[in-house]
């Protein structure tokens, strides 16, 4: 068996590296036709109160963006994914660790992966926000599944969120937010 240096090695490792590198720059090549989402259109259906701006597979799974109006999710942590906020319009009430705050149209916030955050609508039905998710993770799936268990776009009982919410990668740590929270 021929001896290999570490000339040779350190060359072939870096090809391995470099074609490495080409491979992954090639699956995460940029969209190049523009997505065009109208008012009120949805990339995904869900059945229930959430429009898709963008899914998770228009941006080959880095992220996906929802338009969310006034369903307030209990206090819940993402295992895999950071979930960023702006306000569209309204106002919202939000809890980021231990800190709450409200934000109006224009406002935004990030709810870093694994810490505990929650939101709330303060101005009516007509609030709304778009919501990224980074990396999508499987919130398409989740969405799905909680539009199917709403009734009147209402959350079902908190124990039966909280199963549905860790199959799909999220942990159930407290109740939702309330309007008199920020009072």
């Known amino acids: 068996m021929p001896h290999i240096g570490?000339?040779?090695?350190?060359?072939a490792s870096l090809a391995i590296a470099g074609m490495s590198s080409l491979s992954r720059s090639a699956q995460s090549k940029p969209q190049r036709?523009?997505?065009?989402?109208?008012?009120?259109?949805?990339?995904?259906?869900?059945?229930?109160?959430?429009?898709?701006?963008?899914a998770s597979a228009d941006t080959g799974g880095r992220y996906s963006i929802i338009e969310s109006g006034t369903v307030a999710p209990g206090l819940?942590?993402?295992?895999?994914?950071?979930?960023?906020?702006?306000?569209?319009?309204?106002?919202?009430?939000?809890q980021v660790g231990s800190q709450r705050f409200k934000l109006g149209a224009g406002?935004?916030?990030?709810?870093?992966q694994e810490v505990p955050h929650a939101f709330v609508g303060l101005a009516g039905p007509s609030s709304k926000l778009?919501?990224?998710y980074?990396?999508?993770?499987?919130?398409?799936?989740?969405?799905?599944?909680?539009?199917?268990?709403?009734?009147?776009?209402?959350?079902?009982?908190?124990?039966?969120?909280?199963?549905?919410?860790?199959?799909?990668?999220?942990?159930?740590?407290?109740?939702?937010?309330?309007a008199d929270d920020f009072k």
């Open 130 to 132: 778009l919501i990224m």
């Open 33 to 54: 036709e523009p997505i065009i989402a109208l008012p009120g259109q949805t990339r995904v259906e869900t059945g229930g109160p959430f429009v898709f701006k963008l």
């Open 134 to 178: 980074e990396p999508a993770g499987m919130m398409e799936a989740l969405f799905k599944e909680l539009s199917g268990l709403m009734v009147n776009n209402k959350l079902p009982a908190a124990d039966l969120v909280a199963a549905v919410n860790l199959k799909h990668g999220l942990e159930s740590v407290g109740p939702p937010l309330s």
């Open 6 to 11: 570490r000339r040779e090695l350190l060359e």
């Open 107 to 112: 406002g935004s916030v990030l709810g870093p």
């Open 76 to 94: 819940h942590r993402h295992l895999h994914q950071d979930e960023w906020f702006y306000v569209v319009q309204g106002e919202f009430g939000f």
